[in-house]
């Protein structure tokens, strides 16, 4: 049995992007893919947290778990830790959390990322990718992350920031994938801080825990995730995965 549980944060209200959850790509929507891409990394047992019943009836038709969870959350984060509770399961020493909202994420990744956690027993554990264009660095909507030293697979390195748009220059600058690893201590402690004045501010939920002192450790991954924050995101995305077909 495994110890580590993926949990995908999903909802229907989206700013960017209302509905976006049951857009379809190639005839399925879009956390289907994901709870597929979650299934392939077999890893271990898998569920969707949201607050809307039309998510959960869509995950469920698809053979995955889904919990209903309050409407209140204001990050995935928190609503991951009210599902975790209403599973009751003590056998789970990890939570993964993928975002519902990156369909073509990479299965060697999140275990590269499962495997390194376990081993060292990291607290809050997050991926990033090298940059490659100055359309990422000027993309409000690619969040970046500026790490203590270089990065790489195998070694992970403290994060020092996390922003969207700087007008300094920093070394060791990343883009970061929202795909994170907690220890359920470190989800518990997370989820019971209060919510910080520039967590509010940036729509960052990581500078919660980064502002009260919780390290976060940085993994490099091998390949890019195609977020989908708005209809463009959503449009090209289509044409990939179309063109691909």
Not at 18 to 34: E, Y
Not at 60 to 80: Q, V, W, Y
């Amino acid at each position: 049995m495994s110890t580590t549980l993926i949990i995908i944060p999903s909802r229907m209200s989206a700013k960017r992007l209302p509905g976006k959850p049951l857009l379809k790509l190639n005839g399925k929507s879009i956390i289907t893919h994901v709870l597929n891409k979650a299934k392939d990394c077999k890893i271990g047992n898998i569920l969707v947290a949201t607050e809307d019943k039309v998510i959960a009836d869509e995950v469920k038709n698809n053979g995955f778990r889904a919990i209903l969870t309050s409407k209140k959350h204001k990050s995935g984060t928190d609503r991951i830790w009210e599902a975790f509770q209403k599973l009751k399961d003590k056998k789970i020493k990890y939570i993964i959390n993928l975002q519902g909202d990156e369909p073509l994420i990479d299965i060697k990744d999140v275990r590269n990322l499962n495997q390194i956690v376990k081993k060292k027993k990291l607290d809050i554990s997050t991926l990033a990718i090298k940059i490659k264009s100055k359309k990422v660095l000027n993309n409000k909507n690619i969040v970046k992350v500026v790490t203590e030293k270089k990065i790489n697979y195998r070694q992970p390195c403290k994060a020092k920031k996390f922003y969207r748009i700087s007008k300094k220059k920093y070394k060791n600058l990343y883009q970061h994938i929202g795909i994170y690893q907690y220890s359920i201590s470190a989800l518990k402690k997370f989820f019971h801080l209060k919510r910080t004045k520039n967590e509010k501010k940036y729509r960052l939920e990581q500078l919660r825990a980064l502002e009260n002192k919780m390290p976060i450790n940085v993994i490099l991954a091998k390949k890019k995730v195609v977020g989908i924050d708005t209809r463009e995101d959503y449009i090209e995305l289509k044409k990939i995965l179309e063109y691909k077909t």
